[in-house]
């Protein structure tokens, strides 16, 4: 089974973020993508299961962010 990726904009769309912060993101490798050309551009492809990952209020980004999380906490890798 291969996995899904969504062009940025649908990205943006999802998850609420700029463009330009999963752009930085990408580039980072904090997620999966690619650079693929689309009718003669270079858009870039985000995988969405690491999009959804990140995005995961449990265990995503908001843990990252200061202040309070009130009942945030970050899980373990084994659970």
């Given at each position: 089974m291969?996995?899904?990726?969504?062009?940025?904009?649908?990205?943006?769309?999802?998850?609420?973020?700029?463009?330009?912060?999963?752009?930085?993101?990408?580039?980072?490798?904090?997620l999966h993508g690619y650079k693929a050309v689309h009718q003669g551009k270079q858009c870039w492809l985000v995988s969405a299961?690491?999009?959804?990952r990140y995005t995961n209020p449990l265990s995503g980004f908001l843990l990252d962010l200061p202040g309070p999380k009130l009942f945030l906490k970050r899980r373990k890798e084994d659970d």
């Open positions: 291969s996995e899904e990726f969504v062009r940025l904009e649908e990205a943006t769309r999802r998850s609420g973020l700029h463009p330009n912060t999963l752009r930085r993101l990408l580039r980072e490798g904090t299961a690491s999009l959804k």
